[in-house]
């Protein structure tokens, strides 16, 4: 019994001898954080069967761009007898590098200015000859930290009494994911407990049956490892008749039928007026009025008629036609008294026009009289002249002999020479 113990014992030191001398594979810690745009190393150590390996394979690999897809290879690192030489994936070219000393048991990879691409899980696979069982490969996971975007606020839904409304906040971008949280001040922008059935969950604030005390500020705040951003929303409820788009379709429809029988009216109203004129053109209708003078005791116009003949239709007819013959005389009257006042302003004017003209022609007529007072003047002076020159020249001439006398005789007058009143006109 005690053989077969000690013969247990040695089997065993012998296994856990041959499992330590296994490869081991292993990335210290199982996630590393490190904010956008910095350059980093994710470590990769390993042990080896043997110390010294003629031929080490270190390979990186990176997790698909979708759940359960191919892994993408970052790079290989090879080492042959004391070469080496590392294969970076055109993805990785000249961001990626190899950083390890291999004969020392690293594997490190370098990645610079790394972005949320990055944010995966990586893989440090080491393949040796002769050395394949073991802990061949470990996986990390790379985090990239990036703060959250400035949410954007949206509220779903329509602010009015009653309704059932959404405040939405989201942010583009931010790692790891940000947690959302709202809070809410009324009207005087005093802070306030959440309303009863108020529920929130990813950034969505649900709200039931709202009413005037809904409105007011909300705040959404987006927060991660980095830093955190916020948004600001107004709400205000609005009875349902207080709806801007619902309180213009009305009035808009209010104003077309008003429009529209403005211009029934205005049409009716013309046509009334024309049939009025052709009335009056044709005079009173048949069975209208048959007496138009009223009766002594002032109860209005006579109908010769017997009564049994009398109808409502004939006393509408009458009153109708009575209302249009007032109306009518009353036209007459007026478009009367313009005419004369037309007439008296054309006569008045035409009088003034004539009265002028009247003083013109009296004026020349004096003009004409003095002028030819003058002349009738000058006339008579110049006739005494010549008698006492003649009879100067007579007594003159009677002195003298005959023969002269003779001589001196004036040619005799024609007996066609006009008369001196003659000459005077």
């Not at 810690?29 to 745009?37: D, N, V």
């Not at 944010?119 to 930290?145: S, W, Y």
Request: with cysteine; net charge negative.
């Amino acid at each position: 019994m005690a053989q077969k113990g000690r013969l247990f014992l040695l089997t065993l030191n012998c296994l856990v001898f041959s499992l330590a001398r296994a490869l081991e594979v292993e990335i210290p810690q199982k996630e590393y954080e490190f904010a956008r745009g910095d350059n980093i190393t994710l470590p990769c150590k390993f042990a080896a069967k043997n110390t010294v390996n003629k031929l080490v394979f270190v390979t990186w690999t990176v997790e698909g761009v979708k759940p359960g897809s191919a892994e993408s290879v970052v790079l290989t690192h090879y080492y042959t007898s004391g070469t080496k030489t590392t294969d970076v994936t055109g993805k990785y070219e000249g961001r990626a590098q190899f950083v390890g000393d291999v004969t020392k048991g690293n594997g490190n990879l370098k990645l610079d200015s790394i972005t949320l691409l990055d944010n995966k899980v990586f893989e440090c696979r080491v393949q040796i000859p002769n050395d394949d069982t073991g802990k061949l490969a470990d996986t990390t996971r790379l985090v990239v930290l990036v703060a959250p975007s400035t949410p954007v606020c949206k509220l779903v839904g329509k602010a009015e009494y009653g309704q059932n409304i959404n405040l939405t906040c989201l942010s583009a971008e931010g790692s790891p994911a940000p947690t959302y949280k709202w809070q809410s001040r009324d009207v005087r922008n005093m802070p306030r407990a959440p309303q009863p059935r108020t529920t929130e969950m990813g950034g969505v604030l649900s709200l039931f049956n709202i009413s005037i005390e809904t409105s007011g500020y909300y705040t959404c705040t987006s927060t991660n490892k980095i830093r955190s951003a916020s948004c600001n929303l107004t709400v205000t409820v609005m009875p349902p008749s207080m709806n801007i788009g619902s309180t213009a379709g009305i009035i808009g429809g209010v104003a077309a039928v008003l429009l529209i029988l403005i211009i029934v009216i205005c049409c009716c109203c013309r046509k009334k007026k024309k049939d009025d004129k052709e009335e009056y053109a044709l005079g009173a209708p048949e069975g209208g009025v048959y007496d138009k003078e009223p009766l002594s005791n002032g109860e209005g116009p006579h109908d010769d008629r017997p009564e049994e003949v009398r109808s409502d239709d004939d006393y509408s007819v009458r009153s109708n036609s009575d209302r249009r013959e007032r109306d009518y005389d009353d036209r007459r009257e007026r478009d009367y008294d313009d005419r004369r006042e037309r007439d008296y302003d054309d006569r008045r004017s035409d009088y003034d026009e004539g009265r002028s003209d009247y003083d013109e022609r009296r004026s020349d007529y004096d003009d004409r009289r003095d002028r030819r007072e003058r002349y009738d003047d000058d006339d008579d002076r110049h006739y005494d002249d010549r008698r006492y020159d003649s009879r100067d020249r007579r007594d003159d001439h009677y002195d003298e002999p005959y023969d002269e006398r003779e001589r001196a005789r004036p040619p005799s007058v024609p007996s066609n020479k006009p008369s001196r009143m003659d000459h005077n006109i």
